[in-house]
């Protein structure tokens, strides 16, 4: 029997088919085979899997009939099985899946199952012949898969040997292609062979009576690959495990250990052949020795090799030798060393290498007869030495290895001391102080940490590294150390936990107690901490965690977070959630709930979504929502719709779903009968009318979302809510996903549902809102609006329409805005995608289109390539009017999505009947984009044609510009002569004709890219040529090389020698072409083609630049080294490039040196670049810690040869002469480099000994920036332990007397170096007082440097810097001689100001400043009143750079500032204020000023009575004064913001019934600039004063307090509004805190502070207090109707209709944010509620009735042109335009909004209303008109469908309950 080709198993299944039609068992065979089938045409695993289940089923059935057949009647359904099991040999699972059934239907029949596998497997290759890879695939899954497989192989072993040697034979010899797995899979037969029939192997190996040629003839070609001859590194780590499965067949340990000897000595004796046990095979040379022979051997043994053979004695040594210890380790420490491309494997062995010597410890104690970790013996000192090297290693996947060598380690040697009795274990102490001693943020010190608590308790960890906590809340705040610092927190607390439960059992109090004096502080401020990425990975990674460890621990953490502030609100969200997830459930009432109602209001967006994952998830998916869960979700949700931020949408549609699982899934349990947990009896039906009821109402909340009104947030927002329900709550099952699929019982909920009259997903009105959004000016909307029509939608669109859609999209396509364009392409895909046959007939598609109907890709193809010819037909005519009316970019971008983007075409391209019908088709595609590439090209040119020179130069700007003249003349008048006015700016007309030039090529290279990726190698049928034959493939890669070469991207030319003019900006975009080849290579391999490319380049930037270079010209060594800093920067080539670094380091720095700007600037990007690469991971924006986690021992460990470029660097700096130049450029980078690494430990030999003297002598460098970073690059060249030694050291270099300095470089330099080493590393306390006390004490005896003896301000500076550092060193009587020197100087600032004779020196503003830093520091350390006096004094002197500096030290804020010095500094500043603001010397001073005086008083709490006093009779001058700065002197934007918020901060406590004039010009300021044309810093300023003084004023007018405010309070309302729809966020959140603050009772002190409100719930309650507190008064009316915006509906749609040509820009909106549409909406209800007080209220009356005069008439005129326009048939022919127009939808919404106030008016006023001339009609009727204009507008997409009960448009809460 043959082997099954590939089509084989359908050919069998036809025949089985037929041969069983006539039988009784035909239909279950039939059912079988149909399931096959399906199995094999699937290509979703999850879709086959399925299949295979099914067959599986009906197998056991089909058994029992098969079983009274003859052999004869069951053969051919076995055969048929069995052939498609030979095709699934590439998968495991379906493979055993088959092998059940095929042994499932042989029951009885074994005999002749096994006769039909053995001639299956002898027909895989005749004898001799090469196996292919799907034979090899077939013998590995047999051998490893199938018992009857085995039995053949065992009963053919000679011959498959035979074929296998034969095989690898051949692949060696020909080396196929390097993706090819031939070679693999060769190998990895021998192994399985190996693995499974060891027995029958061995005699073969070790018998010389049963020596086998084959298998002598195998091993040395397993050789050959382990030995290099296979260039795949997995073939060659592969052969290494065969060897060793081979080596396990020795039937004596000894005998297989001494091959293995003979193995390892191979390499480094040179012998000439290898005696394997009877084998003797020819060692095969080594062509290119890489080392990794030895590798290859060592991890195939540690992986598989027997433990007997492991650890049994070697008879060629002289002491009692072992291959573990005595082979294999040694081999494990060299390659570690050595192979550093290979760091994964090697140390992989190395973790593998303690895994099995811990398993093999009884027998090594057998053979030594000792200790083998003793504490002196080498084993260990390597061991340590090997781990800790490597603990840093930035590879991938090493630091698993790393945490397992650890704790392997320390656990063989806790076995080894108990083995043998040891009570002294220094190691653990040893290895316990070298952790301590490493900073923290170096992530290998935690890995180590981890494994040694368990053997050394928790309490000894914790006295010994004290600053343990606050290191890991550090670590938490850093994305990569978070892992490593959750596993100690975890540790740490299951030791405690452990600890305490040996010594008392059941104490889970004492526990918690324990736990809370260890660890509530960290978790409670990593919960409260403002950062998000410390609350999340707290939340995620240590709260749930430890309720589950310590459930007592809930109550003090619920104690510590019941405050009202917004930290204690999201830890307690945060809090209830991970008890939740624990407890499974967690019902809120009454506080609880009240409190979470509070969060989901919340301005914060963490604490919101918090509250909204707490309400959503659940342990159980079928767990019911509660009612005041749903309940809380109908007020969230439409209140969170237009959030601007993109992660917040995420996540709220991923708790979306979470709620609509639980409710769908309830309700399916509830539909079955079975009552889900958490439910009472009888409270099935209510929960399942609630659950259709909210996905309804979540249905119609997303839908009316999707206005084109809406501003892009809420669109993005209801689109992601409308996935959320069609994914959740449609029975639509998608084949290639594995997640997320309906259950198989939806159909039984939908009906429910529908039968109810919900749920009517694909309603009419559902589809219009969808393609709507189809023509938003976004990619995203346009793109997920699509998707879901697709995936969800039916087949086919209703006729009209598709025909209506189809016309738009053809308008659209011809739009030069590419927006519009865009739009048309994914109008014209989607249409592709939701029509048949029939709709195709129906659209005007052209002629040879329609001849090929019946394939719908095909006829829209050869329509789209016909419109992109005609509108290049019309471009050689006249480019710019083509350019303006039909530009080509639209109809590519069409084909680009038609051809690539739809599944339905890439089918039909591999069906053999239409194979040359592409072929020709793709063949014109190529050839027109090839012409109209070469012709807009050349047009840039002034060549126009395909005949234009392709290797022309490319145009200079200057050429394009005179060139588009040109053509914009010929489009304009054919030859006039005259030219028009030069203009700076680009006219329309040049904008129209770049954009269809560069956006056109730019589609042509997507498209040809998209094409040759999708058809290089297609599924094609046989006998087909290639959809894109050679030649056409060689034509557009012509046409990818002329864009490269003629637009300006001259990087690949430039590599060959200087261009003739200078085009290029960082090689344009040749580097990224260059990234993309080579990234391209087969990670596996050795990469040669990255080396080589690397090899190149370095070579080429190398080279000399020639002597007559010119600066203006592209260089190709400029070029090399941005395609090197592309490569570095590009993430697919990981750390393959790693090997490369040293080189490209060297290069990077003698290119700073470079005499040419733009190599040095190439250079410098470069060196960035391998910055980043060396020091590994990025910090994301969120994260905390600036500095890079990886030592310098470890940085030097990886890079040896990198050292020494850096050492030459800096001894070449520092070994300069006195008479040279001391400029060396390359030093900054290299100091740079060195400052951004971390200490490491003290260990000895250290590396970085050789750089610290020479960071020592460049101290005394002349060049200031080189002393400073050399002070920084100190600090990692120091271990922490050596730190304080080095200190002292500095502190006696520094001179005693003025006589003693030699250089005032070098007194500086090691000054700043002490600052360096003193200043406390991020997150450490750094040394104690006690420890730098020595220091002090020299410092001391040097204290001269601080006074005017020495005149260089600048070490002055220093030096008291350094002082500061050391504030609890020093000696009392020392403090005090520097307050003296210091109070000395700047007294004699003032002295000199006034006799005008202060000395000026250079540095002395910096001294000053330090000087006036240092007294405000000391004062907030010390809080003493003498202090603080001096602070204040500071601030009274005239001398700027001391005012400034305290003033900046204040607003920084940076040292914790006591409340006494806090409170002096307000009043000063306020006392102050009046003279300051009359001098106004200078612009700069006076906003600082007033920025230091708002951020004092930055707590509204922080103003006192005696704040009051200090402004008595000076408040109101300096108002005045402010306000007159506002309105006459026209400030700069940032001096107006601080003028406006101080003069808010003055009015707030001082708002009386006489300063009424006051008040109202700050209310006019606050509007003028509150305005959306205003820029972003005066309305945000606006909103601050709003914020500081509005709720004040607005409170002043309540209750008659004070009426006079009444038209102020309703303006500053006004401009909360206004502001709270703001379009950017931070002015927005300001305005909320307006809101916030006059809730919920305006009337009420606020008491306990107050919850800032999200910006919709504020703006809610500004509408609320209107009603409420304002609504007799007649100007509220007026006031809430200036937000509805007055459109011109008819002139509107007239626009619409005139089809006016597009022009290229649009012009923006001021404010995109705003929502005229759902502000009317949401103001509707308020109107109408004032309206309804009208009767009772003469002067609202009259408001009213004045509104409905001017505006009533008007409204039912523009109803009835409504109701005229669209019952027309025209309207419906433009509907699909009219359709997706913003401006007439904001029209529409506005006007049934008007048209309901005028309803509610004629209603409310009754007869007075009859006499509004032009009126003419009663409430009644009005209504009627407006229901039927509504219902008309509806059914053409306009207007929503007028809801009955619910309107789930509005925002809000809903009326009720669905």
Known sequence: MAAVPAAGAEREARACAAFYGALGIAQPVLSCLRCLRQFAGSTAKRCKDKHLEEALLLSRALSEGLRALGEAEARPLLRCVLAFQME?????????????????????????????????????????????????????????????????????????????????????????????????????????????????VAPLVWSAAGKSEALQSLLGLLLEVAWGKAPNKDTRLLAGTALSMLVNTAPQPERGASAVVALFQLPDQGAEELKFGELVVEVPPVLEPDGLEKLVLTRGLLTCCKMDILSCELESFTHKACLLLDVVFPTVCALTKEQKDCHYYCFQACALWLQRLRESLPAVWRLTGTRILAQDTELLRQLTQLVWDNAETPVEGVSEFIHSSFRLLLEIYHLECQHFQDQERPLYQQMLQRVVSMPWQIKARYVPLCAIIPYVGSQQVLDAYPDLPQHLLSCLSTNHLCPAATEVYKALVRQQCAERQDGQRGAEAALAEQWTLHWLPLLSQALCSPRPILQSNATNHLLAWTLRQLPATQAPLATQFSGQDTASLRAWVSLLKAQKSVAGSLPLRGEALERLSCCLGAREESIRLAALGLLCCSPSTNQPLLGSEVQLLREFLPLNLNCDSSSFRQLLQAAVRKALVRLRDSSLAQLRGKAPRGTEPGEGAGQLAQAVGFVEWLLQLSITSLSPGSNYQRKKTGLLLLATVLETCTDTWSPDRKKGQPPRTMAVLLTYARQRGCWDFFSQPNLLALLSCLQDSTNEIRDLASELLVRYFPATFPKPITLALFQLAQDTLGSPRVQEA?????????????????????????????????????????????????????????????????????????????????????????????????????????????????????????????????????????????????????????????????????????????????????????????????????????????????????????????????????????????????????????????????????????????????????????????????????????????????????????????????????????????????????????????????????????????????????????????????????????????????????????????????????????????????????AGSPIYAVRAMAAKALVPVVPPPQRRGLLLQLARQLPATPGWVRSHNAVHGCLLQMRALLAPPAGTKGLSAEALRPVALQLEARGWLLTPAQRCPLIRAAFLQIVALLPSSFSPSFTQSIHAAISTELGSLLLGGKLGCAELQVGSAILHQTMAHFVCSEAARLADGERIGAVCSLLRQPNPDVQLAVLSWVIAGEEGMCKELEKALRLTLLESLGSVLRKRRDKEFLRLYLEALLHLYRDPSSWSHEASCKLQGSSAACLETLLHMVEAEHPSPDLLFQVLCAASLLLAHRVGAEDGPLVERWCTALEDCSRSASSEVLRLAAACSLQTAGANVVRRSLHGACPSFVPVALRLINVGIHLLQDEEREVRHKASGFASLLRPDPGEPLLGGCVFVQDNVGLQALLQLLLAEFGEHPETFDSLLQHLPVLDLRGIVEELETNKAASLYKEDEPNVFAEPAALAQQLLPILLQLLEKAPTSSPLCASALCWLAAVGPGILRDLRYCRHRWSQEAAARGGMKALGCAKLHVAVAVLLVRARLVAQALQVLGESATTVPGLGCSTQELEQELMLVQELLAQHGLAHVPSRGNAPGELGPPSGAA
């Open 822 to 1258: 865009e739009a048309g392409a994914v109008l014209m895909k989607t249409i592709l995608q939701k029509s048949d046959s029939s709709t195709m007939k129906s659209l005007a598609l052209e002629a040879e289109a329609a001849l090929t109907l019946p394939n719908r890709g095909l006829c829209f193809a050869q329509h789209l390539l016909h419109m992109l010819q005609a509108q290049y037909a019309v471009a050689c005519q006249d480019l710019l009017q083509a350019a303006a009316s039909a530009p080509m970019h639209g109809a590519i971008a069409a084909l680009r999505r038609c051809l690539l983007q739809v599944p339905e075409v890439a089918t039909s391209m591999r069906a053999a009947e239409l194979a040359q019908s592409w072929q020709e088709l793709l063949t014109r595609l190529v050839t027109t984009v090839r012409d109209i590439t070469s012709f807009l090209l050349g047009a840039l040119q002034s060549q126009q044609g395909p005949g234009a020179d392709e290797q022309a130069a490319a145009p200079s700007f200057a050429d394009m510009g005179n060139a588009i003249g040109s053509l914009i003349m010929l489009g304009k008048g054919r030859g006039q002569e005259e030219e028009e006015e030069d203009s700076v700016l680009l006219s329309e007309e040049h904008s129209l004709i770049l954009t269809c030039c560069w956006v056109s090529v730019k589609e042509i290279g997507l498209l040809l890219g998209g094409l040759a990726e999708l058809l290089l190698v297609p599924a094609l049928p046989a006998g087909s040529g290639p959809l894109l034959p050679l030649p056409t493939l060689q034509t557009a890669a012509r046409v990818f090389q002329e864009i490269l070469l003629r637009c300006r991207h001259w990087g690949l030319e430039a590599l060959s020698g200087p261009r003739s003019s200078s085009i290029t900006r960082r090689a344009a975009g040749f580097p990224m072409l260059f990234l993309c080849i080579v990234s391209g290579e087969a990670p596996a391999q050795a990469r040669p083609l990255l080396t080589r490319c690397v090899q190149t380049l370095l070579a080429l930037a190398t080279t000399a630049l020639p002597q007559d270079w010119d600066q203006t010209l592209d260089l190709p060594q400029v070029c090399a080294l941005h395609v090197l800093q592309t490569l570095v920067r590009g993430t697919g080539l990981g750390s393959a490039l790693l090997r490369h670094v040293t080189p490209m380091v060297a290069l990077a720095l003698r290119g700073l040196s470079s005499p040419c700007w733009a190599m040095r600037n190439a250079a410098i990007q470069l060196f960035s670049a391998l910055t980043s690469r060396l020091l590994g991971q990025q910090r994301s924006r969120g994260e905390g810690c600036p500095a890079e986690g990886v030592s310098l021992q470890a940085f030097l460990g990886q890079h040896p040869q990198l050292g020494t470029v850096l050492l030459g660097e800096l001894g070449a700096a520092t070994g300069l002469t006195p008479g040279r130049p001391h400029l060396r450029p390359a030093l900054h980078a290299v100091l740079t480099l060195l400052a951004q690494l971390q200490p490491g430990a003290d260990s000895p030999g250290s590396p970085s000994a050789h750089f610290l003297g020479l960071l020592l002598e460049l």
């Open 88 to 200: 699934a040999t590439g998968s495991s699972s379906s493979f055993q899946k088959l092998e059940q059934i095929v042994t499932q239907l042989a029951v009885g029949k074994e005999a002749l199952l096994a006769r039909e596998v053995g001639m299956l497997l002898a027909g895989l290759a005749p004898q001799g012949e090469v196996l292919s890879p799907g034979d090899l695939q077939s013998v590995c899954m047999f051998m490893e898969e199938s018992s009857l497989g085995r039995q053949h192989w065992r009963q053919n072993l000679a011959q498959l040997l035979q074929r296998l040697a034969t095989t690898l034979r051949w692949v060696l010899q020909s080396q196929p292609a390097p993706g090819s797995t031939w070679g693999y899979l060769a190998v990895k037969a021998c192994l399985q062979l190996f693995q499974a029939l060891p027995k029958d």
